[in-house]
C-alpha cells in the first residue's frame, strides 16, 4: 500500500515540475506538445422516465460576487461559509442553469429555456447555451412543440427569444402559469414593486412577451399540461411558480424547478431566504412540504440550479436535507 502524505504530495509535485521543465529543455519544439481544447464539452445528459426519453440541457452557469442581502435572513458571515463549505470561488456565489427537454413520443417539450442572449466571460461563467446545446443534441429549435414556462423569471423564461429577439422555438406553443402571469403582467403591482430588481423583472416579462401576449397558453394547477406532465403548485419563490410531476408507465421524476435556489445554500438550510423570493415566508413552507414529500417517496428530483445533470435524490438530515446527486449513467 502507497502512503502519501501532504509533504511528499507537493515535493512529488514538484519533482514532475522540474522533470517536465528539464525535458522541454532537452527536446526541441516539446513545449509545443497538443493545443488544449480551451473550450468545454456541449453540455446535455439523457434519461429515462418510463417510455420517455429525457435530456438535461445545460444554459450554464454564473458565478458573481456574493450580495449582501443574498441570503435576506442570516448574517452574510453565515452565507459566506457555506459558498465555502461548497468550494464557490472565494467570495462568489456560482449558480447552474438546466431546462430539461422531455420527448414523450408524440411530442417535444422544453422545460424553462434559459436565460437567453449568450454569453461568456471566462471568470464569471457562461450562460444562454441552451439553443448551443440542444444543437449539439441533434435537436432542432423548429421541432419543439411546447415551452413549458414553470415560472417568468428571466433565467427560466428569456430564452424563448433568439438572439436577434425573433422567437427560437418558432413552432412551439407557450405555456405560462396563469398565476404568473396575472401577477407579472399586473400594472398595479408593477407600480408598487419594492426594489430595483423586481422592478427589473416586471420590465423583463413585458420586454420578452412583447407581442406575443395573446398567443401565450396559461395553464393552472394540477393539470396534465402536456402528455404525461402535470403541473403542482409550489408557490412563493413567485406567486404561480409551478413544479412538475413527468410520469411515464411506473417511472416518474419531479421536476422542482427554483423550490430551492442553489441546494448548497437553500436545501441544506431550508428556512435560509433567497433574495429573489417574492413571499420567502411561503417559499419557506413550500421547501418543507416538498423537499418532505420527495425525501419519504424517494422520488428522483430534477432541479433547475442544481450541478449539471441535475438529477438527484433528496434525503431528510434531521431539520435540513441533503441531495444525493445521481450518477453519470453511460447508458439510458
Ligand atoms: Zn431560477
Redesign the pocket.
Known amino acids: 500500500m502507497i502512503e502519501l502524505n501532504r509533504r511528499q504530495l507537493f515535493a512529488g509535485a514538484a519533482t514532475v515540475a522540474a522533470a517536465a521543465a528539464i525535458s522541454q529543455c532537452e527536446i526541441p519544439g516539446a513545449e509545443a506538445g497538443v493545443a488544449p481544447a480551451g473550450a468545454q464539452a456541449p453540455g446535455f445528459y439523457r434519461y429515462k422516465v418510463g417510455a420517455y426519453e429525457c435530456t438535461s440541457i445545460n444554459d450554464g452557469a454564473r458565478s458573481f460576487p456574493m450580495p449582501d442581502n443574498f441570503v435576506t435572513n442570516v448574517p452574510k458571515a453565515e452565507a459566506t461559509a457555506a459558498a465555502e463549505a461548497a468550494y464557490m470561488p472565494q467570495g462568489m456565489v456560482t449558480v447552474p442553469?438546466n431546462p430539461q427537454l422531455i420527448n414523450t413520443g408524440s411530442k417535444l417539450i422544453l422545460i424553462d429555456c434559459g436565460n437567453g442572449i449568450a454569453t461568456y466571460e471566462p471568470t464569471k461563467g457562461a450562460v444562454g447555451r441552451t439553443l448551443m446545446n440542444l444543437q449539439a443534441a441533434g435537436v432542432d429549435p423548429k421541432s419543439i412543440d411546447i415551452v413549458l414556462m414553470s415560472?417568468l423569471?428571466p433565467?427560466?423564461t428569456n430564452g424563448i427569444r433568439a438572439a436577434d429577439g425573433s422567437m427560437a422555438f418558432p413552432n412551439a406553443e407557450i405555456m405560462v402559469p396563469a398565476k404568473d402571469w396575472a401577477f407579472w403582467m399586473s400594472d398595479e403591482n408593477a407600480a408598487k414593486a419594492p426594489n430595483d430588481m423586481m422592478k427589473n423583472y416586471f420590465a423583463n416579462v413585458r420586454k420578452i412577451y412583447a407581442g406575443i401576449e395573446s398567443k401565450v397558453t396559461k395553464y393552472d394547477w394540477d393539470k396534465e399540461v402536456a402528455p404525461g406532465i402535470t403541473s403542482i403548485a409550489t408557490p412563493g419563490?413567485t406567486p404561480g411558480h409551478t413544479s412538475f410531476v413527468v410520469a411515464s408507465g411506473n417511472s416518474k421524476v419531479l421536476l422542482q424547478?427554483?423550490v430551492t435556489?442553489i441546494p448548497e445554500f437553500f436545501l441544506r438550510n431550508p428556512d435560509w431566504h433567497v433574495v429573489?423570493d417574492t413571499e420567502p415566508d411561503l417559499a419557506q413552507q413550500t421547501r418543507h412540504k416538498f423537499y418532505d414529500m420527495a425525501a419519504a417517496e424517494k422520488a428522483t428530483v430534477v432541479g433547475?440550479?442544481f450541478t449539471f445533470p441535475s438529477i438527484g435524490h433528496v434525503e431528510k438530515d434531521g431539520a435540513k436535507y441533503r441531495l444525493i446527486p445521481s450518477a453519470w449513467n453511460p447508458t439510458i
Request: glycine share 0%; no cysteine; hydrophobic share 25%.
Open positions: 442553469f415560472h423569471h433565467d427560466h419563490h424547478a427554483d435556489n429573489y433547475f440550479h
